[in-house]
Each structure stands twice: as C-alpha cells, then as structure tokens.
C-alpha cells in the first residue's frame, strides 16, 4: 500500500496537506521510522524538495488545501525530527 501510495503521489501536483503531498511525506517519514525501510524516508525528502521547489503565494491560504498545512506540516516535521530545519 506504501508503495502504491508513493505511486500516486510521484503523478499529483497537489502540494497540500490533506490532499497532496505533504500528507503523503508525513506519512512516509512516520512509516521509515518504524519500518526501519531507508527508500521511504529517502521518497519523503525527494517530496519536501519538490514541495519546497513549487510553493508559490498563488496558492490558497487555507489549512487543508493551502499554505497554512503546507507550513505546518513544514513545522511538524521539524519539530519530531524527521528533518533539520528553523521553521
């Protein structure tokens, strides 16, 4: 399902938290850290670079669908560790 997940995620643009690929790196950190799996962790930081790449002030300002997920997701991952980062 990880795998399939990791799929679907390589074709969507959407960068969102609850709907695109934010979501999706939360996901797959969460998942190396108890799998141990080193590619999902490794797919997770390929997404955030893209994530990073293609954030634009164009986009909704909303929780779910917009910048504000997208920055606390941002904010999530740094704080558990997943990466380093001053958010």
Not at 43 to 57: G, L, M, T
Not at 67 to 87: A, Q, R, T, V
Request: proline share 1%.
């Amino acid at each position: 399902m990880t795998q399939q997940l990791i799929e679907k995620a390589q074709h969507i643009s959407d960068l969102s938290l609850w709907n695109g690929k934010m979501g999706i790196v939360i996901y797959l950190f969460h998942v190396a850290q108890i799998t141990k799996i080193e590619n999902y962790e490794i797919q997770a930081n390929e997404f955030v670079d893209e994530i990073y790449n293609h954030i634009s002030n164009q986009l909704p300002f909303s929780f779910g669908n917009g910048l504000l997920g997208i920055g606390s997701g941002f904010e999530y991952i740094i704080n558990h560790k997943f990466m380093d980062g001053n958010s």
